[in-house]
């Protein structure tokens, strides 16, 4: 039977061993209440005693280290640089290459469909409608229904050219390659299929106006400005409205590859505060979400002066064509004008069009929407051809689908195109690989496309781990962003929509003429004798990270026939590595494998939620445990596996073969054994104890100082020396963040002052990286401990200390906190940093350029670290975790824990 688990009161305990364990300890004082009674602290150092003995005995530590040190032998191994770029860029390479014949077969076979006209198309279920029953996948890690589906209705009268051997194909593909998710076809006349089935596009614009597809229907990088006649008849019918929708959907067609504006004109032109008032912006979420906003606060009211439009429009081109040229080479421009009514200034239209034209070198298209120009004064004969529509009342439907298919004048390209990596909810970052499809006479007619997941096509450069701090990232030549680096989330753990900086932003310390060699697609390496190395204290928000500086090489080569590259940077001191040696079980031992639900022939209990079955613990493995993780993921685990795995990791004899385990993953499995005799013998004051490998402290949830006590917080502050704040750059919120360093604080004893609140005892315990807080009783005295400080940037905060009178600190979690160098003066974080601030130029946001302003070059690590599962791409359903490939024991008291779905 499981014992009850009522005893448990107290928080998690780390101690550090070998490896990491942690126990659920019965107690484990924190924060204390002194009532009114004196504060005192001499019982501190028996607590920090009888806290440090308490995790020892518990965790076996001790034990566990002299068990390494007896039977671990190691042996040096030399690396070579080179080799290691090539294994990561041919792994990669041939995934890709796989993925590209999977979207060229789609195509063929969608060509061939569509060549037979529209009769005989295979019948296929709504996508929005009557989902059935779903099941979990675990290559898609959420519930899908194992079929294809169709939708039709894009265009009015639109039919199924798809014959049921296209179905079975993209199946097919699903299994083929794990790496490709998402599959799906849409036509320019209205029909959408779709493998599995899944709503996931039910409440979105239609196909034609979804960035996938326009990026195969019209590659070339964009540059658009919307320009909208909001004078005072656009109240009429509606217009507004159907304006608003219309510009909307435009925004929905833009991928981070382009560049756009927004201007709203009546008597005067008017654009989004901020730098993107002025120029484009790079159609990042960020900057997209802040045209949005602008479009729909967009009020009606005066005159239609045409003019100021465009002149305004032509601003915003030339000034971004000014500051990045690069972004205006090989691209389509256009400006889309919506008004509603003849102009307020017909004699200066033209003039105004022929003079922007003339900056632009005649080289941006117009399509205009509305009764527009008088005759005479077509803005189509200067610059090149675009188009002139009239619309009228209620056809908001009309003006969205024009509106919407503006890259219709574009031409699109044979070879698959694959955009900028986005956010799928479940799959982490994907990114889409798209076709176009053409009759028999190259007449394009629709796209196809993949959703590829990054985590399993860039496997080995998202986990690569060599030495102390080696690491690889990825580059996307085409625009120069950065896709995967270490100071960037893993794919899996983007917590937003992402935004990549360009290579220049990150290179560190490369040198400027490598950055032009990688950018070009060629080869080489260098060295660079001062690397900045930044290492996380922990939570880099609160703790921060140091900078260490090593010198290292830089290898680099393109993956083979893709827009991609790989850097490979290897510190001096990683050249060479030390690796342990096998160790064999010295008898017969009995390590379960976790996975027992395809066997469970056991009795099994429940245990805090969990299925356990009695006397013992368990061995767990992460995906990256395996040689194959890839194909780990995407594979069901049966009971002859599980029988393989046990065999090996307790064979005495040798002769069993290795199900596929990375090697080295035994020995840690044989020397843990040893342990578990140890807590089975000290079982009594602890409930679950685990055992694992992490280079950090877990993330725990728990409530910082400066929220919980922002009083303190800023005593703390104003004493200096005790609570030291810092910057370090944040890659991912595309900010500088504040953090914290309480090193070498040693305690602190306040009891002066007539306020009973504020007094307080703080030192650290002995041995470990937490404090005991002692406060009177804070309901008794009617402690007010969250008062929100005034952290405005005209007005330094109490909490600053003179050094840093410049930073506004926000103590009470308020999201308030500004620093002038990188926040505009209201004080919210509207944010607004163009190109210009950045050293490079290369970035063209409205978002921080990431530097950090106070001077140093700390960086913010909150996603290089190894997780323990919770953001993991694993099976749910076999509770299966990605970590590194270390394995962990878990040991519950008279219950061994089996993971399993409920």
């Given at each position: 039977?499981?014992?009850?688990?009522?005893?448990?009161?107290?928080?998690?305990?780390?101690?550090?061993?070998?490896?990491?364990?942690?126990?659920?300890?019965?107690?484990?004082?924190?924060?204390?209440?002194?009532?009114?009674?004196?504060?005192?602290?001499?019982?501190?150092?028996?607590?920090?005693?009888?806290?440090?003995?308490?995790?020892?005995?518990?965790?076996?530590?001790?034990?566990?280290?002299?068990?390494?040190?007896?039977?671990?032998?190691?042996?040096?191994?030399?690396?070579d640089g080179q080799a290691q770029l090539n294994l990561l860029t041919q792994a990669a390479g041939d995934r890709l290459k796989k993925c590209r014949e999977i979207l060229h077969r789609n195509k063929a076979e969608i060509e061939a469909s569509h060549a037979q006209g529209p009769a005989g198309g295979a019948s296929a279920s709504d996508c929005c409608d009557n989902l059935g029953q779903l099941e979990y996948d675990p290559r898609f890690l959420q519930q899908i229904v194992n079929d294809t589906c169709a939708t039709f209705t894009a265009v009015a009268g639109a039919t199924n050219t798809i014959r049921p051997h296209v179905y079975n194909i993209m199946k097919s593909n699903s299994h083929e390659m794990s790496g490709v998710t998402w599959q799906y076809y849409g036509a320019k006349e209205g029909e959408y299929h779709?493998?599995?089935?899944?709503?996931?596009?039910?409440?979105?614009?239609?196909?034609?106006?979804?960035?996938?597809?326009?990026?195969?229907?019209?590659?070339?990088?964009?540059?658009?400005?919307?320009?909208?006649?909001?004078?005072?008849?656009?109240?009429?019918?509606?217009?507004?409205?159907?304006?608003?929708?219309?510009?909307?959907?435009?925004?929905?067609?833009?991928?981070?590859?382009?560049?756009?504006?927004?201007?709203?004109?009546?008597?005067?032109?008017?654009?989004?505060?901020?730098?993107?008032?002025?120029?484009?912006g790079e159609a990042n979420p960020g900057n997209i979400e802040i045209m949005r906003d602008f479009i729909n606060n967009l009020r009606p009211f005066l005159a239609t002066y045409y003019s100021k439009a465009f002149e305004k429009a032509f601003d915003i081109f030339h000034d971004a064509k000014q500051k990045k040229p690069e972004q205006f080479y090989d691209s389509d421009n256009v400006i889309i004008f919506l008004t509603d009514g003849q102009p307020s200034d017909p004699k200066n239209v033209l003039d105004q069009i022929t003079e922007g034209q003339s900056r632009m070198n005649e080289d941006c298209r117009q399509s205009t929407y509305g009764p527009c120009f008088a005759s005479g004064r077509d803005?189509?004969?200067?610059?090149?051809?675009?188009?002139?529509?009239?619309?009228?009342?209620?056809?908001?439907?009309?003006?969205?689908?024009?509106?919407?298919?503006?890259?219709?004048?574009?031409?699109?390209?044979?070879?698959?195109?694959?955009?900028?990596?986005?956010?799928?909810?479940?799959?982490?970052?994907?990114?889409?690989?798209?076709?176009?499809?053409?009759?028999?006479?190259?007449?394009?007619?629709?796209?196809?496309?993949?959703?590829?997941?990054?985590?399993?096509?860039?496997?080995?450069?998202?986990?690569?781990?060599?030495?102390?701090?080696?690491?690889?990232?990825?580059?996307?030549?085409?625009?120069?962003?950065?896709?995967?680096?270490?100071?960037?989330?893993?794919?899996?753990?983007?917590?937003?929509d992402p935004t990549f900086l360009h290579l220049n932003a990150m290179k560190g310390e490369l040198p400027d003429d490598e950055v032009t060699k990688i950018l070009n697609g060629e080869s080489g390496s260098c060295y660079v004798n001062d690397v900045k190395v930044p290492v996380t204290r922990g939570d880099a928000q609160f703790d921060g990270v140091f900078t260490l500086?090593?010198?290292?090489?830089?290898?680099?080569?393109?993956?083979?026939?893709?827009?991609?590259?790989?850097?490979?940077?290897?510190?001096?001191?990683?050249?060479?590595?030390?690796?342990?040696?096998?160790?064999?079980?010295?008898?017969?031992?009995?390590?379960?494998?976790?996975?027992?639900?395809?066997?469970?022939?056991?009795?099994?209990?429940?245990?805090?939620?969990?299925?356990?079955?009695?006397?013992?613990?368990?061995?767990?493995?992460?995906?990256?445990?395996?040689?194959?993780?890839?194909?780990?993921?995407?594979?069901?685990?049966?009971?002859v596996d599980v029988a393989n795995i046990e065999q090996f990791l307790n064979d005495v004899t040798g002769s069993v073969d290795n199900p596929g385990l990375v090697e080295g993953v035994r020995t840690d499995v044989v020397l843990t054994a040893a342990i578990e005799q140890y807590w089975r013998q000290n079982a009594s004051d602890s409930v679950w104890r685990y055992f694992m490998d992490l280079p950090t402290a877990p993330s725990t949830e728990h409530d910082h100082l400066t929220n919980k006590f922002p009083w303190l917080a800023n005593e703390l502050v104003s004493r200096?020396?005790?609570?030291?704040?810092?910057?370090?750059?944040?890659?991912?919120?595309?900010?500088?963040?504040?953090?914290?360093?309480?090193?070498?604080?040693?305690?602190?004893?306040?009891?002066t002052g007539s306020d009973p609140c504020t007094q307080f005892s703080m030192y650290p315990i002995t041995n470990t990286n937490t404090f005991l807080l002692v406060l009177h009783n804070r309901q008794t005295n009617n402690c007010q401990d969250s008062q929100t400080q005034d952290c405005s940037c005209d007005k330094d905060c109490q909490s600053c200390d003179a050094s840093v009178q410049s930073s506004c600190q926000d103590y009470t979690g308020t999201n308030n906190s500004c620093h002038d160098y990188i926040r505009n003066n209201n004080g919210n974080n509207n944010r607004c940093h163009n190109d210009n601030k950045d050293n490079t130029g290369d970035n063209g946001r409205c978002h921080n350029d990431n530097r950090n302003n106070n001077g140093n070059n700390n960086r913010c690590h909150d996603y290089n670290r190894n997780n323990t599962g919770d953001n993991d791409r694993g099976d749910h359903n076999n509770n299966r975790h990605s970590t590194d490939w270390t394995p962990r024991r878990l040991h519950g008291r008279s219950c061994r824990h089996v993971p399993r779905p409920v």
């Amino acid at each position: 039977m499981c014992p009850d688990s009522g005893g448990l009161r107290g928080p998690v305990m780390p101690t550090k061993a070998v490896l990491l364990v942690f126990l659920a300890a019965l107690w484990s004082p924190s924060l204390g209440d002194l009532s009114t009674a004196p504060i005192t602290t001499d019982w501190i150092p028996r607590v920090s005693r009888k806290m440090t003995t308490f995790a020892e005995s518990q965790t076996g530590a001790l034990q566990l280290v002299q068990e390494y040190d007896d039977k671990l032998s190691f042996s040096q191994t030399q690396i070579d640089g080179q080799a290691q770029l090539n294994l990561l860029t041919q792994a990669a390479g041939d995934r890709l290459k796989k993925c590209r014949e999977i979207l060229h077969r789609n195509k063929a076979e969608i060509e061939a469909s569509h060549a037979q006209g529209p009769a005989g198309g295979a019948s296929a279920s709504d996508c929005c409608d009557n989902l059935g029953q779903l099941e979990y996948d675990p290559r898609f890690l959420q519930q899908i229904v194992n079929d294809t589906c169709a939708t039709f209705t894009a265009v009015a009268g639109a039919t199924n050219t798809i014959r049921p051997h296209v179905y079975n194909i993209m199946k097919s593909n699903s299994h083929e390659m794990s790496g490709v998710t998402w599959q799906y076809y849409g036509a320019k006349e209205g029909e959408y299929h779709q493998f599995p089935k899944n709503d996931r596009f039910c409440n979105e614009s239609a196909h034609i106006f979804r960035n996938w597809y326009v990026s195969a229907a019209s590659p070339k990088k964009k540059n658009v400005v919307i320009v909208i006649d909001i004078s005072g008849s656009m109240n009429t019918a509606h217009r507004i409205d159907l304006a608003k929708q219309a510009a909307l959907t435009v925004l929905d067609t833009l991928t981070a590859r382009d560049w756009v504006g927004v201007v709203s004109f009546s008597n005067e032109a008017e654009t989004p505060h901020g730098c993107l008032g002025d120029s484009l912006g790079e159609a990042n979420p960020g900057n997209i979400e802040i045209m949005r906003d602008f479009i729909n606060n967009l009020r009606p009211f005066l005159a239609t002066y045409y003019s100021k439009a465009f002149e305004k429009a032509f601003d915003i081109f030339h000034d971004a064509k000014q500051k990045k040229p690069e972004q205006f080479y090989d691209s389509d421009n256009v400006i889309i004008f919506l008004t509603d009514g003849q102009p307020s200034d017909p004699k200066n239209v033209l003039d105004q069009i022929t003079e922007g034209q003339s900056r632009m070198n005649e080289d941006c298209r117009q399509s205009t929407y509305g009764p527009c120009f008088a005759s005479g004064r077509d803005p189509q004969g200067v610059g090149p051809y675009g188009r002139t529509d009239n619309v009228g009342d209620g056809q908001g439907e009309k003006l969205t689908a024009m509106m919407g298919s503006y890259y219709d004048f574009f031409q699109s390209e044979p070879e698959p195109k694959f955009s900028v990596p986005t956010k799928d909810e479940h799959l982490g970052l994907t990114i889409t690989g798209a076709i176009r499809t053409a009759d028999s006479n190259g007449v394009f007619f629709g796209v196809t496309a993949v959703d590829i997941s990054m985590d399993i096509v860039f496997n080995e450069i998202v986990n690569f781990n060599l030495g102390l701090y080696s690491h690889a990232f990825l580059v996307d030549r085409e625009d120069g962003r950065v896709l995967l680096h270490r100071d960037l989330p893993k794919p899996m753990e983007w917590p937003t929509d992402p935004t990549f900086l360009h290579l220049n932003a990150m290179k560190g310390e490369l040198p400027d003429d490598e950055v032009t060699k990688i950018l070009n697609g060629e080869s080489g390496s260098c060295y660079v004798n001062d690397v900045k190395v930044p290492v996380t204290r922990g939570d880099a928000q609160f703790d921060g990270v140091f900078t260490l500086v090593k010198p290292a090489n830089f290898y680099y080569e393109s993956i083979p026939d893709s827009k991609y590259s790989v850097v490979l940077c290897l510190f001096e001191e990683d050249r060479t590595i030390t690796v342990p040696n096998q160790v064999n079980p010295e008898n017969v031992t009995e390590s379960v494998f976790h996975q027992l639900d395809p066997a469970m022939n056991t009795d099994v209990c429940r245990m805090y939620n969990n299925y356990a079955t009695q006397d013992g613990s368990t061995v767990m493995f992460p995906p990256y445990a395996y040689t194959d993780p890839v194909g780990y993921l995407s594979s069901v685990e049966t009971a002859v596996d599980v029988a393989n795995i046990e065999q090996f990791l307790n064979d005495v004899t040798g002769s069993v073969d290795n199900p596929g385990l990375v090697e080295g993953v035994r020995t840690d499995v044989v020397l843990t054994a040893a342990i578990e005799q140890y807590w089975r013998q000290n079982a009594s004051d602890s409930v679950w104890r685990y055992f694992m490998d992490l280079p950090t402290a877990p993330s725990t949830e728990h409530d910082h100082l400066t929220n919980k006590f922002p009083w303190l917080a800023n005593e703390l502050v104003s004493r200096g020396g005790l609570l030291m704040s810092g910057l370090c750059n944040s890659y991912v919120t595309q900010d500088s963040q504040l953090f914290y360093d309480t090193s070498g604080f040693t305690g602190l004893h306040v009891t002066t002052g007539s306020d009973p609140c504020t007094q307080f005892s703080m030192y650290p315990i002995t041995n470990t990286n937490t404090f005991l807080l002692v406060l009177h009783n804070r309901q008794t005295n009617n402690c007010q401990d969250s008062q929100t400080q005034d952290c405005s940037c005209d007005k330094d905060c109490q909490s600053c200390d003179a050094s840093v009178q410049s930073s506004c600190q926000d103590y009470t979690g308020t999201n308030n906190s500004c620093h002038d160098y990188i926040r505009n003066n209201n004080g919210n974080n509207n944010r607004c940093h163009n190109d210009n601030k950045d050293n490079t130029g290369d970035n063209g946001r409205c978002h921080n350029d990431n530097r950090n302003n106070n001077g140093n070059n700390n960086r913010c690590h909150d996603y290089n670290r190894n997780n323990t599962g919770d953001n993991d791409r694993g099976d749910h359903n076999n509770n299966r975790h990605s970590t590194d490939w270390t394995p962990r024991r878990l040991h519950g008291r008279s219950c061994r824990h089996v993971p399993r779905p409920v």
